[in-house]
């Protein structure tokens, strides 16, 4: 599993009652996703209502940027809604983010971590 990878998991309800299968994008840094367990994702979505957002990056799959992501339609990659869960855990890779891409997901990431 390497950054970037567009993937599908369980993804948990905020009230931890049930969970819905859904793509999701790695995060956490190869090294870490490595030599652990478990692995830290940031949930995607097809509502892009609020993609303007700075929290939110939206992906396109019919762009040149988007092709990759194995994603269906528009979609949203929530940078404020992350969760860490066992690799094991994850039913398919889908696609994967190209560098361009992810550096757009690293600035999402430090506003939404308040980190700029």
């Known amino acids: 599993m390497k950054r970037g990878d567009v993937v599908v998991i369980e993804f948990p309800y905020a009230d931890l009652k049930g969970s819905k299968l859904r793509p999701a994008l790695v995060v956490q840094r190869d090294a870490d996703n490595a030599r652990l367990r478990d692995s830290v994702f940031a949930m995607i979505t097809g509502n892009i209502a609020r993609v303007h957002e700075t929290t939110q990056l939206m992906v396109d799959p019919s762009t040149?940027?988007?092709?990759?992501?194995?994603?269906?339609?528009?979609?949203?990659?929530?940078?404020?809604?992350?969760?860490?869960?066992?690799?094991?855990?994850?039913?398919?890779?889908?696609?994967?983010?190209?560098?361009?891409?992810?550096?757009?997901?690293?600035?999402?990431?430090?506003?939404?971590?308040?980190?700029?």
């Open 64 to 116: 040149l940027e988007g092709k990759s992501s194995g994603l269906h339609g528009p979609s949203a990659v929530l940078c404020g809604h992350l969760y860490t869960i066992r690799q094991d855990q994850v039913v398919a890779t889908i696609g994967h983010l190209d560098s361009e891409m992810m550096g757009n997901v690293n600035e999402c990431l430090k506003i939404a971590l308040s980190l700029v």
